[in-house]
């Protein structure tokens, strides 16, 4: 009988615990022109249309040409679906100063996040990058994705329209 009671109190706690996981956790991070942003809320920025979470580092290669890529077919998609990306940089403090000239450089339009000791990484659980999430209209994390290789950007998108469509 107790082992049954230990079961379903683990069960429950597990389920408590993906369904925590399934929204962004409340962590203050500061954009590129230093205003305040917190992130449980940035469902609410794109009006109940999907975004896309990218995590990356201005010295990550992959992480650059993953944001390459998107930036070639972002008008597009943002077209066809409303979706708005939103990238993230663990760049640690002392290197921040070099994210805004590396967005400028590559001319990113993407709405651009520090997260300088990896705050909102840790509380995902994200251990590498480049790592993508997309959330729906209401927040919940629908898709994960870590890595990058050429073409992986159509993945993407194809899980942006399943959610477009619902």
Known sequence: MLMKKLFMLFAFCLACA???????PAITLKDIAGKTIQTDTLARLNGGKPIIIDFFATWCKPCNRELDAISEV????????????????????????????????HGWTYDVLLDPNSDFCKALGIQLIPYTLIIDGEGKIVYRHNGYSEGAEEELIEKVREITKK
């Open 18 to 24: 993906l369904q925590a996981q399934a929204q962004l």
């Open 74 to 105: 972002y008008e597009d998609w943002v077209e066809e679906t409303g979706v708005k990306l939103i990238a993230v940089s663990i760049d640690q403090a002392q290197n921040t100063n070099k994210v805004k000239p590396l967005v400028d450089n």
